[in-house]
Structure formats: structure tokens, C-alpha cells
């Protein structure tokens, strides 16, 4: 498979219930077939998921923590996060519908794999499953070759 020209750009995550907030706007290139990207942040939220996406379980912020842009075809997209917290994660594809996740990746970690993502723009959020929480955490988008 040719290698996916794709960015991912990080925007501010702010806890609206606390003073804590986390501005560190970021671009990730894909470093290429069968290869991965990862972040760093901490995650927080007061806003039930459930509010985007009818039987999630969980607290995001307002605003979207990543975005990733997809140019060209890939066989899958998988997001998931590391963290000692439960965590969540909540995605909006493109044709603006949702998918969330609370303990796919095991240990109350979060997974999403998308197969044959369509391409455009995704709007990520990462959240806790508690109100209240504030969870330091590492995000990995990859692929297959």
C-alpha cells in the first residue's frame, strides 16, 4: 500500500469544571505504513458523551481534542488510548456521524478501528468515565499496511 498522507492536529482540551487547562496545539504527520503516531495529554470533562452520541458512558470537554485528516485510502484506522484512568473516546467521521468507546483496548482503555475510513476530516475527543477525573494519557492513531 502507498503510504497515507495524513495530519493531525491537536486543539486546546480545557476541564470546565476546574482551573486545569491544556493548550498544546500539535501537527503529526503518518510516518507511514504499519507505523503509528502518538501524543501525549491529559483528559478531563463535564459534558456527558451521551449528549453527542445516545448510550455512551462518559464526560468529554466542548471542544474536540484532535483532529485527523485522511487524504488518500487506507485499509483501517485504529485510535485507542493508554492511561491509569478509565477513559473514553468519542469520534466524528466525516459524514459527521459517531463512534465512541469506553473499554475495547482492554484494561478500561478505549479502542476505535475504523475499516476502510472514508476520507476527510475526524474530530476526536477524549474523556474520562467519571465526572470530576483528571487523567494524564498517551493517543495512538494507526494503520495496517
Known amino acids: ?11 486546546a482540551g480545557m476541564a470546565a469544571a476546574t482551573a486545569h487547562a491544556q493548550v498544546h496545539p500539535r501537527v503529526f504527520r503518518d ?3 504499519g507505523a503509528g503516531a502518538t501524543a501525549v495529554g491529559t483528559a478531563s470533562g463535564t459534558v456527558p458523551v451521551s449528549a453527542r452520541l445516545a448510550g455512551c458512558r ?9 483532529e485527523i485528516t485522511l487524504d488518500r485510502a487506507r485499509p483501517n484506522l485504529r ?4 492511561s491509569t484512568k478509565d477513559l473514553v473516546l468519542l469520534v466524528q467521521l466525516p459524514d459527521g456521524s459517531y463512534r465512541c468507546d469506553d473499554d475495547s483496548g482492554g484494561e478500561n482503555q478505549p479502542e476505535i478501528n475504523i475499516v476502510t475510513p472514508p476520507l476527510g476530516t475526524y474530530r476526536v475527543w477524549i474523556g474520562v468515565y467519571a ?5 494524564d494519557y498517551s493517543f495512538r492513531m494507526s494503520s495496517d499496511t
Open 131 to 135: 465526572p470530576g477525573v483528571i487523567a
Open 79 to 82: 485510535l485507542r488510548t493508554d
Open 1 to 11: 500500500m502507498k503510504a497515507i498522507a495524513m495530519s493531525m492536529v491537536l486543539f
Open 31 to 33: 510516518p507511514g505504513p
Open 58 to 66: 462518559g464526560y468529554i470537554v466542548e471542544t474536540n481534542d484532535f
